[in-house]
T-cell receptor, first 117, second 111 residues
């Protein structure tokens, strides 16, 4: 059973370019979290999605950032017109459907290290 | 907004010594999770606590959830070099799905 997959693992973008980060959850998991982590800091919640639905995006900057989790394919975190301050590690985590018997643990992917030059 | 603080921020111990990290939330939590992140790695789930006053043990690790469900602790007995990493708590309040991660405690174990 493959774990959570993220690609690319490392991404270098120039200021003003777009960054697209992908996350494939564990098999059978229908919920995805995205977090951002600056060096030597904790994880900051960005967005929580289930397939075809954004549940909570309260941690996402209002501009330039967007996330989706389509019916088919991976979840995508998109950062438009990147700036140096966007440089960070972005982790996604997948979780089984919450509800009866939940909440459940989060399984983290290896992360995408974004560097903006 | 909700804040989750952890103390200490850093802890260096000699191998074999005990270690404790404390997690304090500004709001009452529905549940709390603990994660370990090795340097350069990703967070790995350790445990989840849901009930007030709950205590769970995993070998040398003991996790506790406070009676008021606003604080938690992780205690490691007789640390080993494999315990090195940063330990995070993550709390969720009722009616929400998002987890607020604590500031983390970085543990170094000296052989």
């Amino acid at each position: 059973n493959a774990g959570v997959m993220q690609n690319p693992r490392h991404l270098v973008r120039r200021r003003g370019q777009e960054a697209r980060l992908r996350c494939s959850p564990m098999k059978g998991h229908s919920h995805v979290y995205w977090y951002r982590q600056l060096p030597e800091e904790g994880l900051k919640f960005m967005v929580y999605l289930q397939k075809e639905n954004i549940i909570d995006e309260s941690g996402m900057p209002k501009e330039r950032f967007s996330a989706e989790f389509p019916k088919e394919g991976p979840s995508i975190l998109r950062i438009q017109q990147v700036v140096r301050g966007d440089s960070a590690a972005y982790f996604c985590a997948s979780s089984p459907l919450t509800g009866t018997g939940g909440p459940y643990e989060q399984y983290f992917g290896p992360g995408t290290r974004l560097t903006v030059t | 907004g909700q804040q989750v603080m952890q103390i200490p921020q850093y802890q260096h111990v000699q191998e074999g010594e005990d270690f404790t990290t404390y997690c304090n939330s500004s709001t009452t939590l529905s549940n709390i999770q603990w994660y370990k992140q090795r340097p350069g790695g990703h967070p790995v789930f350790l445990i989840q606590l849901v009930k007030s006053g709950e205590v769970k043990k995993q070998k040398r690790l003991t996790f506790q959830f406070g009676e008021a469900k606003k604080n938690s602790s992780l205690h490691i007995t007789a640390t080993q070099t494999t315990d090195v990493g940063t330990y995070f708590c993550a709390g969720r309040t009722s009616g929400t799905y998002k987890y607020i991660f604590g500031t983390g405690t970085r543990l170094k174990v000296l052989a």
